[in-house]
């Protein structure tokens, strides 16, 4: 183990090194500095070549007319979420968002890497050595990330539009769903994804914070449990019980179908509340947990309204085909910042 160890940190400082001699960080002299969670960055103003090493930074930069140098695989649908493809296509891939391939990161010589603590500390210095880097606390807060990219590239107007249009459709959606429930509402939610061998309940993530920024409440069962938590015994399908329950599946994995089916299948499971009263909803786990940007957050509010039969008036498919096609655009300057998407 010591020996892997030594190992590793040889090849860092190998990579380090031949990194120092690239000589692509930005001159101190230029830019200017932004305040995320690794530290103050000083950056160009008009960053030309950005690389997003996870996913919500991917979706940001589309939704903010950024067609990235580079990006990281996706979790499913791979190589590409499908609902980026066409504002991604022919776009560098740099790995997994895990394990980004630093040298090829390099090799794209970037002007800007859009990383975040909670996976890319310990390959921060490397990363710093390459471009000037930013960073959020989290993966799945997606307006911080919005915020974050918007700023670093010049686009605080459209992510101001884009947050502003937002709260315009949770403020309708909330005002639409209380309205269609009456004493039924608010709804205590619970989103679960089905893997092989078991069963996660979430509480927090992309998924929670969105319902809970829409009024939902989660069960009893999840509260202060962290992220949420991993059932792998039929025996306690009873701590999901809510009065709405989201699926998220992966429905090209079959021994994730035969879970599904086998715990569904359970007299417990035909006690919850959510299933005597219709309303278990399979969802699309890429709107929900994997996409981690704004474009992911309005997918996920379609569904929603769909899912309650209310009338959406605002969907997400005009924004992102919009962004889509204004991704295509080249780099502006800091005071061309062009309409929202």
């Known amino acids: 183990m010591k020996t892997r160890s030594r190992i590793q940190c040889l090849w860092q400082t190998l990579l380090l090194a031949s990194l120092m001699s690239l000589g692509t960080s930005a001159d101190a002299r230029d830019g200017h500095t932004i305040a995320n969670a690794f530290g103050d960055t000083r950056i160009p103003d008009a960053p030309q070549r950005v690389v997003t090493l996870y996913q919500g930074a991917t979706d940001s930069a589309v939704a903010l007319g950024i067609t990235p140098v580079g990006v990281v695989d996706s979790w499913l649908e791979k190589p590409m979420y499908r609902y980026l493809r066409d504002a991604l296509d022919d776009v560098e891939h740099v790995g997994l968002e895990t394990q980004p391939n630093l040298e090829k990161v390099a ?4 002007d800007l890497i859009v990383a975040t603590r909670f996976r890319h500390e310990r390959v921060r210095p490397l990363l710093e050595r390459i471009a000037p880097t930013v960073a959020t606390g989290s993966v799945f807060d997606f307006k911080a990330t919005l915020s974050l990219v918007a700023e670093a590239t010049g686009r605080e107007s459209r992510a101001r539009e884009l947050l502003q249009a937002w709260d315009a459709r949770v403020a309708d959606f909330r005002r639409k769903i ?3 429930l009456g004493d039924d509402w608010p709804q205590k939610a619970a989103v ?8 996660r309940i979430y509480s927090t993530g992309f998924a929670g914070s969105i319902l809970d920024e829409l009024g939902f409440e989660q069960p009893a069962s999840v509260q202060d449990q962290g992220w949420g938590m991993k059932l792998t015994s039929e025996e306690n399908i009873p701590v999901i019980n809510a009065d709405v329950i989201f699926v998220l599946l992966e429905p090209d994995d079959p021994a994730i179908a035969r879970n599904y089916r086998h715990w569904t299948s359970h007299p417990l499971w035909q006690r919850l509340d959510a299933v005597q009263n219709d309303r278990v909803f399979e969802v699309d786990a890429v709107n929900w947990i994997m996409g981690g940007g704004i474009l992911a957050a309005n997918a996920m509010l379609d569904d929603l309204y769909a899912h309650y039969r209310l009338d959406n008036p605002d969907g997400a498919a005009t924004l992102t085909a ?7 655009a080249g780099p502006r300057a800091r005071d061309e910042e062009p309409d929202a998407c």
């Open 178 to 180: 209380a309205d269609r």
């Open 107 to 110: 090799w794209l010589d970037p």
């Open 192 to 199: 679960v994804r089905f893997k092989s061998d078991h069963l």
């Open 322 to 328: 919009a962004c889509s096609a204004d991704s295509t």
